[in-house]
C-alpha cells in the first residue's frame, strides 16, 4: 500500500500501518502461519528452541537524529540475531513491538521495519508477529527465537587454564558514538560501524563446534561481557592490552578526542563481537586470543587488564 | 535480596533487580536454561511452537492508581496467555521487557513480577528472560511461546453455516473501565474483572479438540474480533442481541451511567473470552451460540447485529 509521504501513524491508523509492514516480511520455509493471527506457528525439530529479548528506547539506545530509520531497523534486528550467536544457535524467528507517538511519521516505521528485515535476511530469519501500540517515546521490543544444532555455549562454562579470545569488530561502535557526540560525521566508517553493527553471525555456530567452554556477544563493553563470563563461571579473566592491535580510525579518534583509543575497545560495546573462552589448542580460525582464565582469587571472580584492576569505564548500565 | 522499601529503580540498579526479579521466577522442566544468559533454552518437541507478543504502555492500557502492579502483572501475562489459548494451544514459557522510569519503585517492579509469575503459573508457563531498561513511561512488553497438539486454530477457516459462540465473562472488564473511569470503585466484581481478567484457558485446547473452525479472543470488542474472523474468513457474521444475557452487574451500571449494558458486551475488550466458530452441532459444553456465520453479502466481509449495521462502538483502536 503506498502511503502519503509525510503521514503520520494517526493519520495511517493502526492497521493500515500494520498491513504496510507486513508486506515488507517474507516469511520462511518454517513459518506455517505468519502476522495477522493471535499468534505466528512455527514448525520447529526436536531440539532446543533458543529464546532472548530486548527492548531499545529512543533517547537512550538510539537517536533518530543521529541514525536513520533503516540503521535503527539493522541495530534492532542485530542485537537479537547476536544474542542467538552467542548461543551459537541460528535465529529463525523474530517479533517487533513498536510503541510509538501518533506523530510519528508513517514512513519512519516503514524504513524501520525494511532495515530490520534486511538484516534478519542476512541471517534467513522472518518476522513472524508484532504489535504495535502508542506511547510518548519511540521503544522497540523484540524477542528472538532461534535454534542450536549441537548443546547451546552458556556464559558459566569457562575454566582456569582456557583463553579468551575475540571475534570481530570491536570499539569501532563506540569510536563511532563518540564522534557523533562531538558533532562529527567522520571518520565515516566509525559512524556507519555504530549506525550498522555487523556481527559476526556465522562465528558463533564455528565457535560452538569447536568447542568453545562458554561465551557472550559484547553489547554493553568488552570488560563488562568479560566480566559476565568470569561471574558466571566462578573464574578470574585476564584481559592483556598488547593482544589488541588498534585500527587506523580509531588510532586517529584517539588523537582528535585526546583520548587512549584502547578505552574505546575495552569499555565499548554495540559491534556485537563474539568473546569465547576455548582450551588454548583449540581456538578456531579468525578469533585473537585477547587473555586467560585463571582460578578465581581472594577477591572472588573477576577480570583484569595486565594482572590489575581497570579504571576506566568497562561498559553500559541502564539505571 | 530485600529491597529497601523506598528504593527506587535507580538506587537498585539494573542487575540488583534483575536478580531480584530472577528469584521470583520458577523454571519448568522444559527450560534447560532460565533468565541469566544471552538467551534461554528451552526443550521442544517436534511440532507446532506458537508465538505472540503484546505491548502495554503506562498512561493508555493501564494507570497505576487504578490497578495494583500485580493486577498490572496478572493483567500483562493474561493477555499474552489468552493468545495461545485461541489457537488452541498452552503456553510454555515467556520474556518480559520492561523500560521504565529510574524513579519508578523496585516494589513496584518486583510486585508487577510477582503478579505476572502468578499468571504465569495458572498454565504451568515459566518467565525465561527479559530485558530491563530506562524510559519516560513504564511499557511492558510480553512475547509468549507455546505448543499445539493438534493444528492451531486460525482465524480464517470459518464458512458459512457455522455458528459463532463464546466462552467466558465477556463486557465485565469493560463494565469496570467505566466505573473507574467516573471516579467510582464499585460494582467491586467489575472492577476487580477489569484489573484481572480471567481468560478461559482450558477453552481454547478443548475447542480446538471440538473441530473450532475459526478462534479469537476478545481483547479489543466483540464485535471488532467477530468483524477480524469475518475479514480472515470472507464471511459474514450475524450477532444477535437476545443471545446475550445480561449479567446483573453490568445492569447495575447501565442503570447508573445511563447506557445500554449490552454496549459493554459488543464492543468491550479486556476480558479475554474466546468468540470461535463451530460447526451447528459440534459446539462443546459451556460455549454460548451468539451469532451466524454466512455468505458474504455485496458490502463484502463484515458483522451485523440482528441483522443490521451496528452503530455504537465496536472495539479499541489504537491510533
Known sequence: MPLPPDATLADVGEFGLISALTELFTQGE????????????????????????DLMVEGRHFRRDWASAEDVGH???????????AMGGRATSLTIGLAAPADLPAAWALE?????????????????????????????????????????????????????????????????????????????????AYRRPEPPYDAGRVAAEAGA???????????????????????????????????????????ALGADPLQFILGGGDDHALLATFAPD????????VGEVTEAGEDGPGVTVD?????????????
Open 213 to 255: 567452554t562458554a561465551m557472550i556477544d559484547v553489547s554493553d563493553g568488552l570488560l563488562a561481557e568479560a566480566g559476565h563470563l568470569a561471574t558466571a563461571s566462578q573464574v578470574a579473566i585476564d584481559v592483556r592490552r598488547e593482544a589488541f592491535e588498534i585500527p587506523e580510525p580509531l588510532q586517529a579518534v584517539g588523537a
Open 307 to 319: 594482572g590489575a584492576a581497570y579504571d576506566g569505564p568497562t561498559g553500559w548500565t541502564h539505571f
Open 282 to 289: 583449540t581456538v578456531p580460525d579468525g578469533w585473537s586470543v
Open 112 to 192: 524501520f521495519a525494511r532495515g530490520f528485515a534486511d538484516e534478519c535476511a542476512l541471517v534467513g530469519a522472518s518476522v513472524v508477529g508484532g504489535d504495535l501500540t502508542r506511547s510518548d517515546q519511540v521503544v522497540i521490543a523484540v524477542t528472538v527465537i532461534g535454534a542450536c544444532t549441537q548443546s547451546p555455549v552458556v556464559r558459566s562454562g569457562a575454566e582456569p587454564g582456557e583463553v579468551l579470545a575475540l571475534f570481530g569488530r570491536q570499539g569501532w561502535a563506540a569510536g563511532g558514538l563518540a564522534v557523533l557526540g562531538r558533532g562529527f560525521r567522520s571518520p565515516r566508517v566509525l559512524v556507519e
Open 30 to 53: 518454517h513459518v506455517l502461519i505468519g502476522p495477522g493471527d493471535d499468534a505466528a506457528v512455527l514448525r520447529v525439530k526436536t531440539g532446543h528452541v533458543v529464546v532472548s529479548t
Open 75 to 85: 541495530r534492532a534486528a542485530a542485537q537479537n540475531l547476536s544474542d542467538i550467536n
